[in-house]
């Protein structure tokens, strides 16, 4: 029993990042595929105090099995997911899902069950043992999006987004960040 998602009509597919790959990355973009350090802190930059985070969902469900797959989790297993829309005022830049583990939650990860409207790097990029362990790319139609959402956000081709596990100390979660067209239509015209 898998919770519909607010974002997604099927689940992305994704493939790994591997040296000297090509990947097939427009302009632009690359640099948000790429990016090291805490995506939260790079929009703020480029928003200002009108970087907010709309709470799509989040609750106890299932993982797409691949999610369960790459932690390491029995499919059954229920996870916390959430997603979420990152926004500068009422624009959505960046969609993003989080899959995490009730392992993860306990002890120092408590403070990741009750997020809210808290950008989720906000907690991560703090902990001083966050480590991401490997990253994966996926380019995504817009028919793989709810239609009402691909309509509302005016999705016409294809979304790159990328897909991070990050451990902290023993527990780990899966991050997805998708990075929408007002992204790079602000970036170029602030």
Not at 26 to 52: D, I, Y
Not at 67 to 89: I, K, M, N, S
Request: net charge positive; glycine share 8%; hydrophobic share 40%.
């Amino acid at each position: 029993m898998t919770t519909r998602s607010p974002l997604f009509a099927r689940p992305p597919v994704w493939r790994p990042v591997r040296p000297g790959q090509s990947h097939h990355i427009p302009p632009g973009a690359e640099s948000w595929l790429f990016e090291q350090g805490s995506l939260t802190l790079r929009l703020r930059a480029l928003c200002g105090e009108k970087f907010r985070v709309r709470l799509l969902r989040q609750n106890w469900a299932q993982p797409y099995a691949d999610e369960a797959r790459a932690l390491g989790l029995p499919q059954l297993r229920r996870v916390v997911v959430r997603e979420v829309l990152l926004q500068c005022g009422d624009r959505p830049l960046v969609a993003a899902r989080s899959v995490i583990p009730a392992d993860t939650l306990r002890g120092a990860g408590h403070a990741l069950a009750r997020l809210g409207t808290r950008p989720l790097g906000e907690i991560l990029f703090r902990d001083p043992r966050l480590e991401r362990t490997h990253l994966e790319l996926t380019a995504l139609e817009p028919r793989l999006w709810r239609r009402e959402l691909a309509a509302s956000l005016n999705l016409t081709g294809k979304i790159r987004g990328r897909r991070s596990c990050y451990r902290i100390g023993p527990g780990c979660l899966l991050v997805a960040e998708f990075f929408l067209p007002a992204l790079f239509a602000l970036e170029q015209n602030p």
